[in-house]
């Protein structure tokens, strides 16, 4: 009867495929254990092997909540550098790509026109101031003869009105002689902010006039740059809030990947509008930009630090699972069990799932093998690169190399 049962033990570990669980030896009539473990013995006799998952313990922690959103950098200042008057581009005093200060000079013009309409303007200054000496003088005259009456009163008022006549002329002199000064000011273009120069959009010797719209040269400031972005009307609420607490929130310009950090800022602005074709309104980040990480043009990933959560549940975002009455986990209960348990899942970012309903702190919930769970089944932990693969198509590539 003892054999019997030795020999149908045996014959169910070999269809169970536990295989060198036991080994007899010859003349040996107790089996001897292999180290697989008492409890994957037990599992194998019974015909419910336990399945090697990964498992995690769900822990409290302070989470960070963000809205997520994509950007896109500006420049906090940008100018086409323009001539203000006509002439030929004598110059260009910039290499593209180079960082201009205000006030250095970007490029200059032909000066000789506006040279000899300065010229022209003064001599016409000194022949009117002539014009007036002589008229004061025959006003001088013409007062002494009226006061011996030998000039009428009519002749005099005459003369008065001429000197005044010839004084704004005199006015309108000199004011175009300073016109014709800042005009030839102008025939040195200089940059008006701190920036840098783009390509160059005019070559030297062409004719520029001051309605050209193209310009010679853009240039726009890095240093700050800011970062534009839009999230979905039903996140205002939460912004104005986190408003009304005080002090700007922290924005973060992640990249293309969504993970590496290139600058940290500040939110400056809320858009004054809900654009409605697309249900978002725009915000306004600044960044001191110090390492010119940030460049104009650039699509960025926009991370604005909302508020944080004290002492929330959080689980890896493998764990949780998708079904069709929503998410769950699969929950390992202390007779390595598992059990399947609907979860509210308040957040998942960068691979962490913020829990609000379902778990409490301590316990173990699954992260790799579901696959080959059902409520009830036996699990046993292993290590993470020892867990069954859940993609068949890597099972098949394990297969193939063993």
Known sequence: MRLRTIFGAL??????????????????????????????????????PAVPVVAAVAEPHDVP???LALGTVQAVNTVTVRSRVDGQLQSLRFR??????????????????????LR??????????????????????????????????????????QVQ??????????????????????TVIRSPIDGRAGLRLVDEGNMIHGSDTDGIVIV????????????????????????????APTVTALGRDGQTILAEGTLTTVDNVIDRNT?????????????????????????????TRPGSIVVSEATVQHG?????????????????????????????AVIDAGLSPGERVVVEGQHRLQPGSRVFEVEPEKAAPSNPIIQGNQSAKS
């Open 220 to 247: 726009r400031q890095l240093q700050p740059a800011v970062v534009v972005f839009a999230l979905p009307e039903e996140d205002l609420p939460k912004i104005n809030s986190r408003l009304a607490m005080g002090g």
């Open 324 to 352: 069709r009455d929503g998410t769950y986990v699969f929950v390992i209960a202390p007779d390595n069990t598992v059990t399947m348990r609907a979860v509210r899942v308040a957040q998942m970012q960068n691979g962490i």
């Open 11 to 48: 014959m169910l570990l070999l269809a169970v495929g536990v295989p060198g669980a036991l080994v007899w030896e010859l003349g040996d009539s107790s089996p001897r254990d292999t180290g697989r473990g008492q409890h994957d013995l037990e599992q194998a006799v019974i015909g419910e």
């Open 120 to 161: 022209q303007m003064e001599a016409n200054l000194r022949r009117d101031q002539a014009q007036l000496r002589s008229g004061e003088a025959e006003l001088d005259r013409t007062r002494q003869l009226a006061m011996r009456d030998l000039a009428s009163r009519q002749s005099l008022d005459v003369q008065v009105a």
């Open 279 to 307: 249900g978002t309104f725009k915000l306004k980040a600044l960044f001191s930009n110090e390492k010119r990480t940030l460049w104009p043009g650039q699509f960025v990933n926009a991370r604005l630090h909302l508020t």
């Open 165 to 186: 006549q010839l004084e704004a002329t005199i006015e309108a002199d000199r004011a175009q002689i300073e016109n014709a000064k800042i005009e030839l000011e102008y």
């Open 96 to 117: 593209e790509g180079q960082d201009v200060r205000a006030g250095d000079v970007v490029a200059t013009l032909d000066p000789r026109p506006f040279e000899a309409a």
């Open 65 to 67: 909540i963000y809205l």
